[in-house]
């Protein structure tokens, strides 16, 4: 079964987004099912025009400000404060979300958090109950893919009465954990789903999160250079589309670029400056030097005409660098 090109097509004029409310990327994008489940729901409290209702809905409203204002320390103090003190479910869900987006997160914690949590609610019917099998399932889904099949089971018949945002994020994980047993067509299907449900409410963000589980499916199989840059160049378009500008600097420099078969030194110079203007125009110093970094580690130097959100680069080779990108490097 090969991949449908037709569905990772760019076209040839888009809108490029000014998205008010964006969280920084803290990682690189390994399990993209997993991101997509934890970015919207913290990224929506940005978002929030109701005054919190108690002293800890107003807590994890500043420690979402603070992990979006680049922050993390300080979020983690406010987060782990909340934690260590009788919470709800649902604010005790937030907060081990913003837990995970820490660029030092609390690794194993974390999921025994989530655990212990789904534990006490997944026999209590309702919307919480879906959002936390869809945490574990996405949690466990690399080293217990057949577990997180399991989880995502018990709620398979409350997803169906769900919003189209959550359906098509059960359809994203089922397929992440379908990919992990090398079923093929199961994963497939279970993406064409996702990709269905995403595209018919236009979320770009999602898609891309789409075109990035395709891309590690085809990375571990077939590894066809075609296929594994026409579904990175339409994750950069969604999230340039959805206004992630960084996130698109970050997936050219550490997804796009190492992919390239036999790229040219004006092909890499051309990524290299569209990565490091969409990393500038996201004002984000960290993205843009993860560009730099890697166009050094190639061989290549960059001439900026200034800092500033409109700002450019030129890159040129200035010498023959033997390194190898990876895509696990920062």
Same mark, same amino acid.
């Given at each position: =079964?090969?991949?449908? #090109?037709?569905?990772?097509?760019?076209? $040839?004029?888009?809108?490029?987004? /000014?998205?008010?409310?964006?969280?920084?990327?803290?990682?690189?994008?390994?399990?993209?099912?997993?991101?997509?489940? %934890?970015?919207?729901?913290?990224?929506?409290r940005l978002g929030r025009r109701a005054k919190p209702v108690d002293a800890s809905e107003?807590?994890?409203?500043?420690?979402?400000?603070? #992990?979006?204002?680049?922050?993390?320390?300080?979020?983690?103090?406010?987060?782990?404060?909340?934690?260590?003190?009788? @919470?709800?479910?649902?604010?005790?869900?937030?907060?081990?979300?913003?837990?995970?987006?820490?660029?030092?997160?609390?690794?194993?914690?974390?999921?025994?958090?989530?655990?212990?949590?789904?534990?006490?609610?997944?026999?209590?019917?309702?919307?919480?109950?879906?959002? *936390?099998?869809?945490?574990?399932?996405?949690?466990?889904?690399?080293?217990?893919?057949?577990?997180?099949?399991?989880?995502?089971? /018990?709620?398979?018949?409350?997803?169906?009465?769900?919003?189209?945002?959550?359906?098509?994020?059960?359809?994203?994980?089922?397929?992440?954990?379908?990919?992990? *047993?090398?079923?093929?067509?199961?994963?497939?299907?279970?993406?064409?789903?996702?990709?269905a449900r995403f595209a018919r409410i236009g979320h770009d963000?999602?898609?891309?999160?789409? @075109?990035?589980?395709?891309?590690?499916?085809?990375?571990?199989?077939?590894?066809?250079?075609?296929? =594994?840059?026409?579904?990175?160049?339409?994750?950069?378009?969604?999230? *340039?589309?959805?206004? /992630?500008?960084?996130?698109? !600097?970050?997936?050219? %420099?550490?997804?796009?670029?190492? $992919?390239?078969?036999?790229?040219?030194? !004006?092909? *890499?110079?051309?990524?290299?400056?569209?990565?490091?203007?969409?990393?500038?125009?996201?004002?984000?110093? !960290?993205?843009?030097? $993860?560009?730099?970094?890697?166009?050094?580690?190639?061989?290549?130097?960059?001439?900026?005409?200034?800092?500033? @959100?409109?700002?450019? @680069?030129?890159?040129?080779?200035?010498?023959?660098?033997?390194?190898?990108?990876?895509?696990?490097?920062?």
């Open positions: =079964m090969s991949e449908p #090109l037709d569905r990772w097509a760019v076209p $040839s004029e888009f809108t490029v987004a /000014r998205a008010e409310h964006v969280l920084p990327q803290t990682r690189l994008p390994t399990f993209p099912e997993l991101e997509l489940l %934890t970015y919207v729901a913290v990224e929506k107003a807590l994890i409203d500043l420690a979402a400000w603070q #992990l979006a204002a680049g922050a993390p320390e300080a979020m983690l103090r406010t987060v782990r404060g909340l934690l260590s003190r009788p @919470a709800p479910p649902a604010q005790r869900l937030t907060c081990l979300r913003l837990l995970w987006l820490a660029p030092a997160d609390a690794g194993a914690h974390t999921f025994r958090s989530y655990a212990e949590l789904w534990k006490q609610e997944r026999e209590r019917p309702g919307p919480l109950r879906v959002e *936390l099998a869809l945490a574990v399932a996405g949690h466990i889904v690399a080293d217990r893919p057949d577990k997180s099949l399991e989880v995502l089971s /018990r709620v398979a018949k409350d997803v169906r009465r769900a919003r189209p945002l959550v359906r098509g994020m059960f359809a994203l994980v089922l397929g992440a954990a379908r990919a992990e *047993l090398g079923d093929e067509a199961g994963y497939q299907a279970a993406l064409d789903q996702a990709h963000f999602a898609l891309a999160q789409c @075109a990035l589980l395709a891309f590690r499916w085809e990375s571990r199989h077939q590894r066809r250079p075609a296929v =594994m840059q026409a579904v990175l160049e339409h994750a950069v378009y969604r999230y *340039l589309a959805a206004g /992630r500008w960084s996130w698109a !600097a970050r997936t050219i %420099t550490h997804g796009l670029v190492p $992919s390239l078969a036999e790229p040219s030194d !004006a092909d *890499l110079a051309m990524w290299f400056g569209l990565a490091s203007s969409h990393a500038l125009g996201s004002r984000s110093l !960290a993205a843009a030097e $993860s560009v730099l970094n890697v166009a050094a580690r190639l061989g290549f130097a960059a001439q900026l005409d200034g800092l500033g @959100a409109h700002s450019t @680069a030129r890159f040129r080779r200035v010498h023959r660098a033997p390194t190898v990108v990876s895509r696990s490097s920062e």
